[in-house]
């Protein structure tokens, strides 16, 4: 008999509450969770008896959490109480712009990093298969520096959780139980560059134990500057097999994404890891504010197919949140999302439930996120190289993890 996959929900309505604190999404965090509860998604039906669906509400990290990755005097003045350091201390650490402070600031990013890291441990310790967790993904945040709207960087220390985790021993993964260590593989799904997970793990992925691969947008002037956020270039020295970028042009389709998942399966099979950590950004989707993309939810090369596939595969999976600038369509994908983690897949036609939120789900009040009419710029040219430049990188990963 086959044992039901297990999967946890991390959320709590005082979760929601600080998540939905923070100026750049405001409220989000309150709309996707009621969405996903009208769904009635974590009470599966008896026809998906294969899956098991728990809620886990999340404590906060505590200060010493966050100095597993971030510096002490970024914690510091992140945390600080009363908040609002000096102005200088706010410049040197990104604390103003797009990351100034704001009331409950302290408890948002204990909040996040404490959410992220207990869907990380139940993972690691064995208690489930898939963890989701939508109000992590803060991917941008650097050690000792706020930036894109992220304060704490929960998925580097939900990595960082999951690296020191045991291999789950499967035959398909490693077939001769001959691994030591974990092998945790990070995707980014999200339209901006991952560059706080890279530059976290950069440079430390020869031991084979974390991989980075971002697929984002990329061109002059779009958030974030980053020289990484480029094809990789495999003649260069500092090239780092572990640390991977896919850059995609304006547009990006369903279409471009059926043609690059080529690439992410490719990676995958070679580095077959124990666990992944999706960051599941839906600023891609059509029509997102801060987006570039006309990217959407359904049919072959849309977001749900993508995240199935991974679902799919034999790693335990931690689906994390990320960017998003229209509410309605990121909680209608993170709840299609939670959908297919809980095996009880919605049709993206489905009817938006009466609830307490319905409304901002017109006209459609329906499921979707359709693509809208802007041309995909992506050219059979350039996913063209974009595959012929992956094929030699899986080579190098190759070698470099048969070392
Ligand atoms: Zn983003």
Not at 200 to 220: D, E, K, P, Y
Not at 309 to 322: E, H, I, N, Q, T
Not at 326 to 353: E, H
């Amino acid at each position: 008999m086959v044992e039901p996959r297990r999967i946890t929900y991390v959320a709590s309505e005082k979760l929601a509450k600080t998540s939905s604190l923070l100026p750049s999404n405001r409220n989000r965090s309150t709309f996707v969770h009621a969405l996903i509860t009208a769904f009635d998604l974590l009470r599966p039906s008896p026809s998906a008896a294969s899956r098991v669906v728990s809620l886990l509400r999340p404590s906060p990290a505590s200060e010493s959490d966050l100095t597993a990755y971030h510096d002490r005097c970024y914690v510091d003045a992140l945390l600080a109480d009363p908040p609002g350091p000096d102005r200088t201390t706010c410049n040197e650490f990104g604390l103003e712009g797009d990351c100034a402070f704001f009331p409950g600031l302290r408890e948002y990013a204990l909040g996040v990093a404490g959410a992220s890291m207990a869907a990380a441990r139940e993972l690691a310790e064995g208690r489930c298969d898939i963890a989701i967790c939508w109000d992590g993904g803060r991917h941008h945040a650097h050690k000792s520096l706020a930036s894109g709207f992220c304060y704490v960087n929960d998925c580097v220390l939900a990595l960082l959780v999951l690296r020191r985790a045991s291999p789950a021993p499967s035959p398909s993964l490693d077939p001769g139980n001959v691994r030591k260590k974990s092998r945790v593989m990070y995707l980014d799904l999200d339209v901006h560059y991952g560059d706080g997970v890279a530059a976290a793990f950069r440079g430390a992925g020869a031991r084979g134990q974390v991989l980075t691969l971002s697929i984002h947008h990329a061109a002059l002037g779009f958030f974030p500057a980053s020289e990484h956020a480029v094809l990789p270039d495999i003649s260069s020295a500092a090239f780092d097999p572990f640390a991977l970028s896919l850059p995609l042009h304006a547009g990006a389709s369903c279409a471009t994404f059926a043609r690059v998942w080529r690439t992410v399966d490719r990676v995958l099979e070679a580095f077959a890891p124990d666990y992944i950590v999706l960051q599941c950004g839906v600023d891609g989707l059509a029509e997102d504010p801060l987006g570039a993309w006309n990217w959407s939810l359904g049919g072959e090369g849309g977001l749900a197919w993508c995240v199935q596939r991974v679902l799919d595969s034999p790693a335990k999976v931690l689906l994390l949140g990320g960017g998003g600038y229209s509410l309605p369509n990121t909680a209608r994908a993170w709840a299609l999302l939670t959908s297919l983690a809980c095996g009880v897949p919605l049709s993206p036609d489905t009817p938006i439930p009466n609830h307490a939120g319905f409304t901002v789900y017109a006209p459609s009040f329906t499921l979707d996120v359709p693509p809208s009419n802007v041309r995909d710029e992506n050219t059979e040219d350039y996913l063209t190289e974009v595959d012929a430049i992956f094929e030699r990188v899986v080579e190098i990963l190759r070698t470099r993890l048969a070392l």
